[in-house]
Structure formats: C-alpha cells, structure tokens
C-alpha cells in the first residue's frame, strides 16, 4: 500500500508562484512513475505533468508546459511541482499520484494505482 499526501497549495495572485509537495509512504518510493492531475469545479480530472521513477523523462500538458516543472527527491520520497506564472485558470484541485512498476501511459488518469486527497490551489485575478 502506498500513501500520499499533498501540500503547499493555497492562494497566489496572477503571476505568482506556489511549490506543491507530495511526500509518500509505503513502498520503495524509486520504484513509482508520479504525475500530477488537476480537477476545477465542473470538470474532470485532467493530466498536468508526470516523471519517471528514474526521471529520465517527464511530461506536460501544453497548457503548463514552460510554467511548471516537476522533480522528485527519492532521499526524501517526496515529488514536488513548481508552478510559476500562474494564471486564474490553473486554479484547481490538484493531486498526485503514483504508478508501480511501469512509466507507461503517464498522461492517463487510469494508469495510476494511488491518489493523494488532493490540495487547492486558487489564483486570483
């Protein structure tokens, strides 16, 4: 079983920037892919940035690319996602989420086999 727990989500002005976190707990923290999702009100759940568990490669949605970036510390079993530039429309909830034992399909909600409960982040205009 593996846990996952978010934070340093909250509220940022247009512009700003705010670095989640996502320590996790369970299992061998090397051996997970981690992605980030993001869901605002009314829609569903879509795919913002995952790596890698070596991080050789890590993906973005077109709509973050060249704003956030994602890194992992395996010391600490933490991934983090450094999100600049914000804009209103990145508000959300977002959560992380790991897949064991493949880096295959990353962009896909379904490929993930542990979610955190997720944190808000809210940017104002």
């Known amino acids: 079983q593996v846990q996952l727990v978010e934070s340093g989500g909250g509220l940022v002005q247009a512009g700003g920037s705010l670095r989640l976190s996502c320590a996790a707990s369970?299992?061998?923290?090397?051996?997970?892919?981690m992605g980030w999702f993001r869901q605002a009100p009314g829609k569903e759940r879509e795919f913002v940035v995952a790596i890698t568990w070596s991080s050789s490669t890590t993906y973005y949605a077109d709509s973050v690319k060249g704003r956030f970036t994602i890194s992992r510390d395996s010391a600490k079993n933490t991934v983090y996602l450094q999100m600049n530039s914000l804009k209103p429309e990145d508000t959300a909830v977002y959560y992380c989420?790991?897949?064991?034992?493949?880096?295959?399909?990353?962009?896909?909600?379904?490929?993930?086999?542990?979610w955190g409960q997720g944190t808000q982040v809210t940017v104002s205009s």
């Open positions: 369970g299992r061998t923290f090397s051996g997970y892919a």
């Open positions: 989420a790991a897949r064991i034992n493949s880096s295959n399909y990353l962009r896909r909600r379904g490929s993930y086999d542990y």
